[in-house]
């Protein structure tokens, strides 16, 4: 899958990297807090979604991630990639 960077205005800036097996994917999320590792990395049709847990002092965080694209995936190409090969 490689690699994205993304920075929302008013937010600390993070990188995926990521590998995709399948509808499965694992890899890290790295900002200038630290790395954590992708955990239930998930793609079903139009939905990703992961988890990273963060820790600030003595407290362990889990944040959860879900986004809906504009592109159906099945696994390994978007559907429309796939029609076009036919």
Known sequence: MG???QRA???RQSVLT???NGTTFSG????????????????DGRRVSWAITI???EIRYRIS????????YDGTQRR???RRQR
């Open 80 to 82: 429309e990639e796939q």
């Open 3 to 5: 690699r994205h960077d």
């Open 55 to 57: 820790q600030a002092a």
């Open 18 to 20: 990521l590998t995709q």
């Open 28 to 43: 890290t999320m790295a900002s200038e807090m630290g790395t954590a590792e992708v955990a239930n990395g998930a793609i």
């Open 9 to 11: 205005p008013g937010h």
């Open 65 to 72: 991630y879900l986004y809906k694209t504009q592109a159906k």
